[in-house]
């Protein structure tokens, strides 16, 4: 290998040349002009490549011509080129390394050749100034964080020959209100879109995987329509896409992430193809197709809910952040997951009298020997709870978040406190806690700003952040 630097006084030794193969490459560059053009040959052999990092962090540039007969553009050749707005690619081209164009924030626009057939990782990652870009027919991949945070593009075109987009390829396009996906697409990766101005968009028949998050946090999103193509949806897949009002299951749909739609605040119906073998839904619910299990609730639907007679189980997270004020619970029903009546809006819950597991009382959940507290429903009226006595064991979020609550009494028949129990109580003040009490689990009372006093006993065991961000005092009663 031949290394070239500053030999002659001309504008080819502003740069440094490495033979590799027969051909140059590109590994260094001393001048200080703002407009650049790169040696097409040296000493009879061309010149086909730009080695990693050449103009990095190099501010003063603003417009680079490559000449034909480059091949390949190094890993984070450009990035952080800020001045950079005008760069010339020439055909011919087939690779451009991960970063390469990173931060060129004054680039505005770009056609890349069709000879290009992949791009890079975080290839034109936070060009904010881009709000065009050509894309070649051929290409068929876009790279992991390839246009992340393009915050100028307001549509793209996509060719039809791309068959995958990776894992945050669009992640924080924020003006981009509309795009189509070409009919060849098999998969678009993990939090490929978190666009919040996307109002439209459609999956393309043969689309089998997309990844988790993929559409997180798309708030102008109102419908989308799944292809029946599709076998399984990551988790979060539509987190935090509050305007979208319903939506329709296909029939291959396999699997289903609890969290797919979390806070989606506005969905309140989630429907399935009746030829779904796995799933079945009834009044926008989704249930296992058996009617034994509650799978999915939608958090936009609002009122009373009856849980349908012969439902067994209710599944992990159903009616998190959900506008029920009341839920009503078959005899049938045998188990409830951790998180599965964890709904800020409720106001009662009840249970039919012959059911043999739970019961509640003045539309508080309990087990039905009357010794654990299930879950208390966080929008009562009330400011005051006195928990009954008997009662041996609070639940797991049984008041989580509950913002009205002031004042609770706590039996002395009391001896576990599950995690998160009374996390986010943000009004609680004071509370004591029976001399009986052995175990506190961690967050327990974590995230209450106004606990300023915590009377209890020296043997209660306590888990290392059962107190989170507690900044009051404890007062022993032993």
Request: hydrophobic fraction near 35%; charge should be negative.
């Amino acid at each position: 290998m031949k290394k070239l630097k500053e030999m002659e006084k001309n504008d080819l030794f502003d740069f440094e040349l490495n033979e590799t193969e027969g051909y140059w490459s590109v590994t260094g560059y001393y001048g200080r002009g703002e407009e650049v053009i790169l040696p097409s040959a040296y000493e009879g052999k061309p010149v086909k490549a730009i080695g990693d990092d050449l103009f990095h962090f190099n501010k003063r540039i603003k417009r680079i011509i490559i000449p034909e007969g480059y091949t390949s553009i190094g890993k984070s050749a450009f990035s952080k080129c800020t001045g950079l707005k005008e760069i010339k690619l020439p055909e011919g081209l087939t690779s451009i390394g991960d970063f390469a164009f990173y931060d060129c924030t004054g680039l505005t626009e770009i056609k890349l050749p069709e000879s290009l057939t992949s791009t890079g990782k975080g290839a034109f990652s936070e060009c904010v100034g881009l709000t065009e870009i050509k894309l070649p027919k051929e290409l068929k991949s876009i790279g992991e964080w390839a246009f992340q945070e393009c915050t100028g593009f307001t549509k793209i075109n996509l060719p039809e020959r791309l068959t995958s987009i990776g894992d945050y390829a669009f992640f924080g396009c924020m003006g981009l209100k509309e795009i189509k996906l070409p009919e060849g697409l098999t998969s678009i990766g993990n939090c490929a879109f978190k666009c919040t101005g996307l109002t439209e968009i459609k999956l393309p028949d043969g689309l089998t995987s997309i990844g988790e998050g993929a559409f997180s946090g798309c708030t102008g999103l109102k419908e989308i329509k799944l292809p029946e193509s599709l076998t399984s949806v990551g988790p979060s897949l539509f987190s935090k896409c509050t305007g979208l009002k319903s939506i329709n299951l296909p029939k291959n749909i396999r699997y289903i992430q609890s969290d797919i739609f979390n806070d989606c605040t506005e969905l309140s119906e989630i429907n399935v193809d009746e030829n779904n073998h796995v799933f079945s839904s009834v009044d926008g619910v989704i249930f296992d197709k058996a009617m034994t299990s509650l799978i999915l609730f939608p958090k936009g639907k609002n009122g009373v809910f009856s849980v349908p007679e012969g439902i067994i189980k209710i599944n992990n997270i159903n009616f998190d952040i959900c506008n029920l004020t009341g839920i009503k619970l078959p005899k049938s029903l045998l188990l409830i997951d951790e998180c599965g009546l964890n709904c800020h809006q409720l106001t009662d819950i009840t249970v039919n009298e012959l059911n043999p597991v739970f019961c509640s009382i003045e539309g508080v959940l309990f087990d039905k020997e009357k010794q654990i507290l299930i879950t208390y429903p966080c929008n009562k009226d009330k400011t005051d709870y006195t928990v009954p006595d008997g009662i041996k064991l609070i639940n797991q979020l049984a008041f989580l978040k509950c913002k009205r609550l002031v004042n609770i009494v706590f039996p002395e028949s009391l001896e576990i406190i599950r995690h998160c129990a009374f996390a986010g109580c943000e009004r609680l003040k004071t509370i004591i806690l029976p001399i009986n009490l052995q175990f506190i689990e961690n967050f327990s009372f974590a995230f209450c700003p106004n606990l300023e006093i915590v009377t209890l006993s020296k043997k209660t065991r306590i888990e290392s952040k059962a107190f989170e961000e507690f900044k009051g005092k404890f007062v022993y009663r032993d």
